[in-house]
C-alpha cells in the first residue's frame, strides 16, 4: 500500500522511472557509507552541464536588507564576530526560552525567545515565524559556530553571484566535523566547490527550497535527515540541486557533536527522527513504507 501524504507536497512523481528509483535507494534503501559516494559522485557529474563555479555579474553583490540570518544563541551567547554591521535581517534566536541576559545584546538585533530542544526544532519555529521574502536568503547559524560577519557578507554575495539555491561556510581543518564531513571541508585556494549536502549547523538555504524542504521537517527537533535527505531531494525536485561549501569564509565548530544519542520529549532518538523524514519523503514520491512503523513514528510527535 501506497502511503498517503496529505501533508506533505509531492515530490518527483513526474520524472523518469529510473530516477525516481535512484532517489528511493538513497532515501531509504541504502546506508549513509553507500548513497553519500553516491550523492557525491552524481553531483560532480552535473558540473559537464551545468558548473558549479559558473556565475555572473550581479548589482550590489552581498547580503540584501530582506535576507535573515538567524544567529542561535543561549541567552545571548553564541560565536559570531560582528566584525562589521550587516545589511540584513539579523535576528538572535535564545534557545532557552528565557530572554537574553543583560548587555547580551549591544548591537540591538532582534530578539527571539523560545524553547527549542535542538537545531530542527529552532529552525522549524523560525522559519514559522520569520519567513524570508521569496527570493530571499535565510541563514541558521549554531551557537558554537566561529564565523565572522564580513563573512556571511561575503558568502551571500557568493551565493548570488553564483545562482545557489543553498550554501554554508566550508569547514575548516580545525572543526570537529572536518573528519565526518570530508566532502565540506574547506579547500585551500578556492572561492566554492560544490557539495551533496549542505549540513545545518551554519546553512544559508534560498526560500524556494526553504519553503518545499520544511514542511518534512514538522515536529521534528534534531533536525536529523533534513540536510542529508530531504534538501537534496527537493532541490532536485525543483532543478535548483546547487549546493556549495563556500571556502573564502571558512567557519569553525567549537564543541563536538552531542545529539546523537539524545532522546527528545516526543520520545525518539535522533536516528528515529531521521528514519521518519526518510519515511515521510518516499510517500512524497509516491513510494510504499512500512506502515506500521511509519504510524509509531508520526504518532510519537503528537
Not at 53 to 74: H, K, M, Q, R, T
Not at 163 to 173: D, G, R, W
Request: with cysteine; aromatic share 8%.
Amino acid at each position: 500500500m501506497t502511503l498517503p501524504t496529505p501533508n506533505f507536497p509531492p515530490l518527483m512523481r513526474d520524472r523518469p522511472e529510473a530516477e525516481r528509483q535512484q532517489w528511493a535507494h538513497w532515501v531509504l534503501g541504502s546506508h549513509s557509507d553507500q548513497f553519500l559516494p553516491e550523492m557525491l559522485a552524481t553531483v560532480q557529474q552535473l558540473e559537464q552541464h551545468d558548473p558549479i563555479a559558473a556565475g555572473a555579474p550581479i548589482l550590489n553583490p552581498g547580503a540584501s536588507a530582506e535576507d535573515l540570518v538567524v544567529i542561535a544563541c543561549e541567552r545571548g551567547k553564541h560565536c559570531v564576530v560582528l566584525d562589521q554591521p550587516l545589511p540584513c535581517r539579523v535576528v538572535l534566536f535564545d534557545w532557552t526560552g528565557e530572554g537574553l541576559k543583560a548587555g547580551s545584546n549591544p548591537h540591538g538585533f532582534e530578539v527571539l525567545s523560545v524553547a527549542t530542544e535542538c537545531k530542527g526544532h529552532l529552525m522549524e519555529e523560525a522559519w514559522r515565524q520569520l519567513p524570508p521574502p521569496p527570493g530571499h536568503y535565510m541563514g541558521f547559524i549554531d551557537d558554537d559556530v566561529l564565523l565572522r560577519s564580513s563573512d556571511i557578507q561575503t558568502l551571500l554575495a557568493t551565493a548570488r553571484i553564483y545562482n545557489l539555491s543553498a550554501a554554508q561556510p566550508a569547514v575548516s581543518f580545525s572543526s570537529s566535523l572536518c573528519q565526518e564531513y570530508g566532502w565540506l571541508r574547506q579547500r585551500v585556494g578556492s572561492c566554492l566547490h560544490r557539495v551533496p549536502i549542505i549540513e545545518i549547523m551554519a546553512p544559508f538555504l534560498r526560500r524556494d527550497l526553504l519553503d518545499l524542504s520544511m514542511p518534512f521537517l514538522q515536529g521534528i527537533r534534531s533536525g536529523y535527515g533534513l540536510d542529508r535527505f530531504a534538501m537534496p531531494l527537493c532541490a532536485a525536485h525543483l532543478n535548483i540541486w546547487r549546493f556549495a561549501a563556500i571556502d573564502c569564509t571558512p567557519l569553525t565548530h567549537v564543541r563536538a557533536f552531542s545529539s546523537l544519542e539524545k532522546r527528545f520529549s516526543n520520545g525518539l532518538l535522533s536516528k528515529e527522527e531521521e528514519l521518519l523524514i526518510r519515511q515521510r519523503l518516499m510517500g512524497a514520491m509516491g513510494f510504499s513504507v512500512d506502515q506500521v512503523l511509519y504510524k509509531d513514528l508520526e504518532e510519537a510527535l503528537t
